[in-house]
């Protein structure tokens, strides 16, 4: 990079800060992510909206404000009926399995009168594939928001983050025949590579498939292109809004463009950063079809490797959905999707934690 | 925005597709219910689509809606009168036939429409007359025999070049009632040696799974030393052979053919009563009958022998009637089923013109 | 881009440049290529994908039937008729989902902004967090669960925009969010100046000011709902032919329809359906993605 390239970016940020201008104020007092932030949203808003004129507003104001609580209160009540109606749906399945819910490897639903069903290689699968997609996308997540806010000329930038957004629009479908008739054979030999020379190591170690096509290791690929999109949309986001003060005054430091990232962009964009990973990693744990057509099922129980195969919670519950008609068995996927459930709700909120405040979906 | 969208659009569609090759029907007696409901099976959809359509072209503004949500939910949605008949992969069992005939006040009629063959689809470099009988694929199937050049391989394809690689075995991961046939297949024409219990899921513990029928097409063809089972339209399309197989009959191997499996069925054994033709599937699978390929998914439509609303059951008849008549059944072959051969044809006109 | 805005920095910068030592340099510039090259991998499948669903999809929609017709009559292995029995299910769908997410959720937004205080906004917040992350078969099952399980209803397309509502609700109620909050302050206290109660100017000035944004964050939110396969597989029967409505019988949808093709159909033409399919599906998404930047773009309020 020329010295003139390091000028570019001073340039970039007073571009920027020149089109936002008319919404500068607001926006430094109530930026909708970042911890700091959040603060200052809950202990600026009351006085300048007034609390004290609400009470004022007569019969409009109270059926106004009836309804937006009504709205608000709507969300609160669909999460609670979500979690109550899946249990009530999986009770009766649960009684009525045969086997250690939490221990077992198998999920056989075939026979109503025994039902023998456990969540262990669900969770197995599940967590490997989507902490594999997370572990790719994270850094090239980072990189690509970087390069948008720090490296990308303004009138670039849009451009560029609209071709990483159309990721999204290609629906999961799509992303899943890909994956296992171009992306797998095309990383057989990467996996062949891998699992010859670092099968040492529980993650590499032969799976339980014959093949080495269709297994987790094709699945954490295929999520993490999936999840991209999320991570640096909101990344990106963040990033941007990094305080121009703290900019300038690590390039007044005489910085380099990368130390100006790492005193200034990184840690104030950190928060931001790991609850939008969160954000991606729930994403993952819950990808149905793309999963499904990637991932080959295997006969024998996990070992834990990135090649065995198997299946998720989610792909679990699609591939049986054509069969859901007596209860019992039904059940038992609703139960796995009960876990599944809690197990995005643990994610979302440990995101939200980390950040601080309320995270963009 | 999109309301409008919406609605103008709607200006502009339409379901009008004349000019293919659907044919009219003959020897129908049209009328009744205009739109009957039915649900059930999704191996025998396609085939119900091509019934459909000509049923369209015979009788002019009656219609079918067949869902294919799965057989199970099928002999449900029929037994709750939701839906006037069902498709299903496997006959009413006898607590859903007194149920089902509580709902139809009259007994409720298995008629075995549609057969769609099964191919054991392999992928073996340099072979493609690979034979098997019963007892060898199921030995395959549950993971007894493990590579290609196996002796109980090798004795039925002499002069054949086995490599001695490992069998990779591709199975479906979705529930399905091919699946379930399959197993049946493998249990009865192996006596018992497969010895795993013939359901929707592959219980056979070896190989691996794939999505769909597709899915396990694909990953045949995508690697080598592997066999898997699918409906026989899916091996054609994806040029992938089938394996020959020797019936319970001994005899020479049998090549998947229409004519072959016909030959099965003609020679299929009935244990229903009466109008109710419930197979013995055994007979299907077992079959002695020398040419006769005998892995075929049967598939059921079950329906009232008497209706309580007559127009239901004049519509339902004319729809089967519609099914059996060699417009509706020359649609058949390029899904992949097989049209029914003449002799059980007689059987089936039988039962459907017993309804009412 | 102007000079006018380089030339008081130009002075200051090469001299403080000049001093960087050589490992700086370096870690700058091997910073630069990582970042770079994560681009570039990025886009590397994403190129891929679009590349091979342009191939094989482009043949099917540059029929004029592909627009204008459904699959009735046409038999599995026919390169006939079209996919508009699909699209009219997923806007149809995506309608009903957006009639009850849309109100709900600004109104929802509006309470986080305007009104929430203490214990239940901060629990209403939060379940909208939660609610952004709840997986799409989850709102199926749950909506398979109340209504057919327990209500004893059957299939329907309805349902399905139901379950969609559930994942279009967040979105649409971040994004109004997000616009409410940049609506000037001096703006409300001018409305209240003038004596105007709270609920008009909520009604009259903030909503109308933050409107396009929140327009924007509609035609996301229905961007990320009509590409969703898990709630048709579980919710509704495909159908070949055109049914508007929803709350009978079976009605196809674009991801259904590749789903269904995909399934049961191994011939030449059940391939050109599913990739033309979703073409057709990336199309759709990308008009509303297009239509949400454009809004923004001529938003009242920039964001």
Redesign the interface.
């Known amino acids: 990079?020329t010295?003139d390239g390091?000028?570019a970016d001073?340039?970039t940020v007073?571009?920027r800060t020149?089109?936002?201008a008319?919404?500068d104020?607001?926006?430094t007092r109530?930026r909708?992510s970042g911890s700091a932030t959040m603060a200052s949203?809950t202990e600026t808003?009351?006085p300048?909206?007034?609390?004290s004129?609400?009470t004022?507003?007569?019969v409009?104001?109270r059926?106004?404000?009836g309804?937006?609580?009504?709205?608000?209160?709507?969300?609160?009540a669909?999460?609670a009926?979500?979690g109550l109606?899946?249990v009530?749906?999986a009770v009766p399945s649960l009684l009525a399995n045969n086997a250690n819910f939490l221990t077992s490897p198998d999920f056989n639903t075939s026979d109503a009168g025994n039902l023998r069903f456990g969540i262990r290689d669900l969770l197995a699968v599940t967590l490997l594939s989507s902490l594999m997609a997370l572990a790719i996308a994270m850094?090239?997540?980072?990189?690509?928001a970087?390069?948008?806010t720090?490296?990308t000329?303004a009138?670039l930038a849009?451009p560029?983050s609209?071709?990483?957004?159309?990721?999204?629009?290609?629906?999961?479908?799509?992303?899943g025949?890909?994956g296992i008739l171009?992306?797998a054979p095309a990383i057989e030999p990467i996996a062949q590579f891998l699992q010859t020379y670092l099968g040492w190591f529980f993650l590499f170690a032969p799976g339980n498939l014959p093949v080495l096509t269709g297994t987790i290791f094709t699945g954490g690929i295929v999520l993490a292109?999936m999840i991209?999109p999320i991570i640096?949309a909101t990344t990106r986001e963040v990033f941007a809004q990094t305080p121009r003060f703290q900019i300038e005054a690590a390039q007044a430091l005489?910085a380099?463009?990368?130390?100006v990232?790492r005193m200034a962009v990184l840690p104030y964009g950190r928060s931001g950063f790991i609850a939008a990973s969160m954000?991606g990693l729930?994403?993952a744990?819950?990808?149905?079809?793309a999963v499904l057509i990637v991932i080959r099922t295997a006969t024998s129980p996990s070992h834990l490797s990135l090649f065995d195969g198997g299946a998720t919670?989610?792909s679990k519950?699609?591939a049986a959905?054509s069969e859901?008609s007596q209860?019992l068995p039904?059940g038992a996927?609703?139960a796995a999707?009960l876990v599944?459930?809690v197990l995005?709700?643990v994610?979302?909120?440990l995101?939200?934690v980390v950040a601080g405040g309320?995270?963009?979906? | 925005m999109?309301?409008a969208?919406?609605l103008l659009?709607?200006a502009?569609?339409?379901?009008?597709?004349?000019?293919?090759?659907?044919q009219q029907a003959t020897g129908v007696t049209c009328g009744g219910k205009q739109a009957l409901?039915a649900?059930g099976s999704?191996a025998q959809?396609?085939a119900i689509?091509?019934f459909v359509?000509t049923f369209?072209?015979t009788c002019n503004g009656q219609?079918v809606?067949y869902?294919?949500?799965g057989s199970g939910a099928g002999r449900n949605?029929f037994i709750g009168g939701?839906t006037d008949f069902a498709g299903s992969d496997a006959a009413l069992k006898s607590d859903e036939a007194q149920k089902a005939q509580a709902r139809c006040a009259s007994p409720a009629l298995n008629l075995p429409l549609v057969f769609g063959p099964i191919a054991i689809a392999y992928n073996l470099q340099g072979v493609t007359d690979l034979a098997l009988d019963g007892a060898t694929a199921a030995k395959i199937f549950n993971g007894q025999i493990t590579t290609w050049n196996d002796p109980a391989i090798a004795a039925l394809n002499q002069g054949k070049n086995l490599p001695a690689a490992p069998i990779i075995v591709n199975f479906r991961s979705d529930d399905s009632g091919t699946t379930q046939n399959f197993q049946t297949y493998l249990n009865a024409a192996s006596n018992n040696a497969y010895g795993k219990p013939s359901t929707q899921t592959f219980n056979g513990g070896v190989g691996a799974g794939a999505r769909?029928?597709?899915g396990v097409?694909d990953a045949t063809k995508n690697t080598p030393n592997s066999i898997g089972y699918i409906e026989a339209?899916?091996a054609?399309?994806?040029q992938l052979p089938a394996a020959q197989i020797i019936n319970a009959g001994g005899g020479s191997p049998v090549a998947l053919s229409t004519d072959n499996v016909a030959k099965a069925i003609d020679a299929v054994q009935v244990t229903g009563q009466g109008n109710d033709l419930t197979l013995d599937l055994n007979s299907l699978y077992k079959t002695t009958t020398p040419g006769a390929y005998p892995i075929a998914l049967a598939t059921y439509e079950i329906v009232c022998t008497k209706y309580a609303d007559p127009q239901t059951g004049t519509a339902v008849k004319a729809f089967l009637q519609t099914a059996l008549s060699p417009q509706a059944q020359g649609?058949l072959t390029?899904?992949?089923y097989v049209p029914i051969p003449d002799a059980f044809k007689q059987r089936l006109t039988t039962s459907i013109n017993s309804i009412s | 881009?102007?000079a006018a805005?380089?030339a008081p920095?130009?002075p200051a910068?090469?001299a403080?440049?000049r001093?960087?030592s050589t490992a700086?340099?370096v870690?700058?510039?091997?910073?630069?290529v990582?970042?770079?090259?994560?681009?570039l991998?990025?886009?590397v499948?994403?190129v891929?994908?679009?590349v091979?669903?342009l191939i094989k999809g482009v043949p099917a929609i540059v029929s004029a039937?592909w627009w204008?017709?459904?699959?009735?009559?046409?038999?599995?292995?026919?390169v006939?008729?079209g996919v508009?029995?699909a699209?009219?299910g997923t806007?149809?769908q995506?309608?009903i989902a957006?009639i009850i997410a849309v109100?709900?959720?600004?109104?929802?937004a509006?309470?986080?902004?305007?009104?929430?205080?203490g214990r239940?906004?901060k629990?209403?917040?939060?379940?909208?967090?939660?609610?952004?992350?709840?997986?799409?078969?989850?709102?199926a099952?749950?909506i398979?669960?109340?209504f057919i399980?327990?209500g004893g209803l059957?299939?329907s397309g309805f349902l399905v925009g139901l379950a969609l509502v559930?994942l279009m609700?967040?979105?649409v109620?971040?994004n109004t969010?997000?616009m409410l909050?940049?609506?000037?302050?001096e703006l409300?206290?001018a409305s209240?100046a003038l004596g105007i109660?709270?609920?008009?100017t909520?009604?009259r000035i903030v909503l109308p000011t933050a409107l396009s944004g929140t327009v924007t964050g509609v035609m996301l939110a229905?961007?990320?709902v009509m590409?969703e396969?898990?709630p048709v597989?579980?919710l509704v029967?495909?159908?070949?032919?055109?049914n508007?409505n929803p709350f009978e019988?079976?009605q196809a949808s674009?991801?259904l329809l590749?789903?269904?093709e995909?399934?049961?159909?191994?011939?030449?033409a059940g391939q050109l359906r599913?990739w033309g399919g979703?073409l057709t599906?990336?199309l759709i998404?990308?008009v509303f993605?297009l239509a949400a930047?454009v809004i923004s773009r001529y938003s009242a309020?920039?964001?």
């Open positions: 990079m010295p390091d000028e001073p340039n007073s571009e020149t089109q936002r008319p919404s104020d607001p926006e109530d909708p949203v808003k009351p300048s909206t007034g609390s004129r609400t004022s507003g007569g409009g104001e059926v106004f404000r309804l937006t609580t009504g709205s608000g209160l709507v969300v609160v669909a999460i009926l979500i109606f899946l009530v749906q850094p090239i997540g980072m990189g690509i970087l390069f948008l720090q490296y000329p009138r849009r560029f609209y071709v990483i957004g159309l990721l999204a629009a290609v629906p999961s479908i799509v992303f025949l890909w171009v992306l292109i991209l640096t005489g380099t463009r990368w130390e990232i954000l729930g994403r744990l819950g990808e149905t079809i919670f989610a519950i699609a959905a859901f209860p039904t996927y609703i999707g599944l459930f995005t709700f994610v979302n909120a995101a939200r309320k995270v963009n979906g | 999109i309301a969208g919406a659009f709607s502009c569609g339409s379901d009008n597709n004349s000019g293919g090759s659907t409901k649900s999704t959809a396609n689509t091509g359509n369209e072209q219609t809606n869902t294919a949500s949605e939701q769909g029928s597709q097409t339209s899916f054609q399309k994806a649609t390029s899904g992949g | 881009m102007s805005l380089d920095e130009r910068v090469p403080t440049f001093n960087v700086r340099k870690k700058n510039q091997a910073a630069t990582l970042v770079t090259l994560a681009f991998v990025a886009l499948p994403l891929w994908l679009l091979s669903v039937d204008t017709r459904s699959l009735s009559g046409v038999t599995p292995d026919e006939r008729g508009y029995h699209i009219v806007l149809v995506a309608l957006g109100p709900v959720g600004i109104l929802a509006v309470y986080l902004v305007e009104y929430g205080r239940l906004a629990i209403t917040s939060f379940m909208v967090d939660i609610l952004s992350g709840v997986p799409s078969i989850v709102a099952l749950f398979f669960a109340l399980s327990i059957s299939q559930l609700l967040p979105v109620i971040r969010e997000e909050q940049l609506v000037p302050d409300r206290e209240y109660p709270k609920w008009k909520i009604l229905f961007a990320r590409g396969t898990a597989l579980v029967g495909y159908a070949r032919a055109i508007f019988g079976n674009l991801p590749i789903y269904t995909l399934s049961t159909n191994p011939s030449a599913i979703a599906l990336i998404v990308m993605q930047s309020i920039s964001k």
